[in-house]
């Protein structure tokens, strides 16, 4: 069944992972890593050390706090503290990420037909800066940063905050659809308050314990405007 977003009354999209691809950043992020520091590229291999750096990102997010903990822990005299990790890792995704191909022209089409749309994505002001640096600003009707708004997804507060920004009430939910790669956070949230959803696969098996999706995709390519 092919998803027609020209049927809903408002759209939202996750960012990471569905628009922007996080995950060729993110791998490349800790290449660079890999290869600054002995004490990684000294021990393992750089495909010992991904799949590592790997478990620090389940279902396609990283909490920065634990990923730090997880690396001291796993490799104690790593050199640079919280503070330069931190900005070691938010820096580079700003300069590496890009957007999936297509992803610009897709969003395009929307804004002609007048589609109802925005951006609710887990993080903070580096989550802005991706959207520029990536060339989308100014193509949503809005984006909600969960840290600037002080509820994560999947919180039902962000959801709430979702549809006010879609100018809709809670008469209106099931003519929203959410589209994201994080069941966790994306799919159970939405389908919280009532939204329809989409569920971007990344190669992954959806989980067998959660509600699932309304839709499951391989990606924003198979959805029609």
């Known amino acids: 069944m092919n998803i027609k977003l020209s049927e809903y009354k408002g759209v939202v999209f996750d960012l990471d992972?569905?628009?922007i691809d996080r995950k060729k950043a993110y791998s490349e992020i800790f290449t660079l890593l890999?290869?600054?520091h002995e004490v990684f590229n000294k021990k393992l291999t750089l495909e010992?050390?991904?799949?590592?750096?790997?478990?620090?990102?389940?279902?396609?997010s990283i909490d920065i706090k634990n990923a730090f903990s997880e690396i001291k822990l796993k490799f104690p005299t790593f050199k640079l503290d919280f503070e330069n990790f931190y900005r070691f890792y938010y820096d580079n995704m700003i300069n590496l990420v890009k957007p999936y191909d297509g992803v610009k022209d897709f969003l395009l089409q929307l804004v002609k037909q007048n589609i109802n749309f925005g951006v609710v994505t887990n993080g903070n002001e580096y989550q802005f800066k991706k959207i520029k640096n990536t060339g989308l600003e100014g193509l949503f009707n809005f984006v909600i940063a969960s840290e600037i708004?002080?509820?994560n997804k999947p919180d039902i507060e962000i959801y709430q905050e979702t549809l006010r920004q879609l100018k809709l009430t809670s008469k209106d939910v099931e003519n929203v659809i959410f589209i994201g790669d994080n069941p966790y956070t994306d799919i159970i949230g939405a389908k919280?308050?009532?939204?329809?959803?989409a569920w971007i696969k990344m190669d992954f098996e959806?989980?067998?314990d959660l509600s699932?999706?309304?839709?499951?995709?391989?990606s924003f390519n198979e959805i029609e405007v």
Request: hydrophobic share 30%.
């Open 206 to 208: 959806y989980p067998k």
């Open 48 to 60: 010992e050390s991904l799949s590592f750096f790997w478990t620090l990102s389940p279902n396609n």
């Open 192 to 197: 919280k308050i009532g939204f329809k959803t």
């Open 212 to 218: 699932p999706p309304d839709y499951i995709i391989e």
């Open 17 to 19: 992972d569905t628009l």
């Open 149 to 151: 708004f002080g509820y």
């Open 34 to 36: 890999y290869k600054e």
